[in-house]
């Protein structure tokens, strides 16, 4: 069974630095795009960042120029380094990817969700 795995998240102040990772376990053969949303609460939840399997990203506008998506494919994980932070970054922040496993094919997998809070 796959699963995704976050930790990093926080309490951290406005201008702060957070590292989020996320690992992908269990029996999968491939992992195709990897990325990050979060969700504020009263509102839906949206993308962050993305990364491919050749390492090709793409990220929202608000987090252009402050937070970096990066993988590690022998490792199978994602991370999302997020510097300057704003009050506004504060959300449930959930690991994304894409991945072949043995006996489901290709799915869609999410993580179970990291809170990164910033507060002064």
């Known amino acids: 069974q796959v699963q995704l795995v976050e930790s990093g998240g926080g309490l951290v102040q406005p201008g702060g630095s957070l590292t989020l990772s996320c690992a992908a376990s269990?029996?999968?053969?491939?992992?195709?795009?990897m990325g990050w949303y979060r969700q504020a609460p009263g509102k839906q939840r949206e993308l962050v960042a993305t990364?491919?399997?050749?390492?090709?990203?793409n990220y929202a506008d608000f987090v252009k120029g402050r937070f970096t998506i990066s993988r590690d494919n022998a490792k199978n994980t994602v991370a999302l380094q997020m510097n300057s932070l704003l009050l506004e970054d504060t959300a449930v922040y959930y690991c994304?990817?894409?991945?072949?496993?043995?006996?489901?094919?290709?799915?869609?997998?999410w993580g179970q969700g990291t809170q990164v809070t910033v507060s002064a």
């Open positions: 990364i491919g399997s050749g390492g090709s990203t």
């Open positions: 994304n990817a894409g991945i072949l496993a043995s006996g489901t094919g290709w799915k869609n997998y």
């Open positions: 269990g029996r999968l053969f491939s992992i195709n795009a």
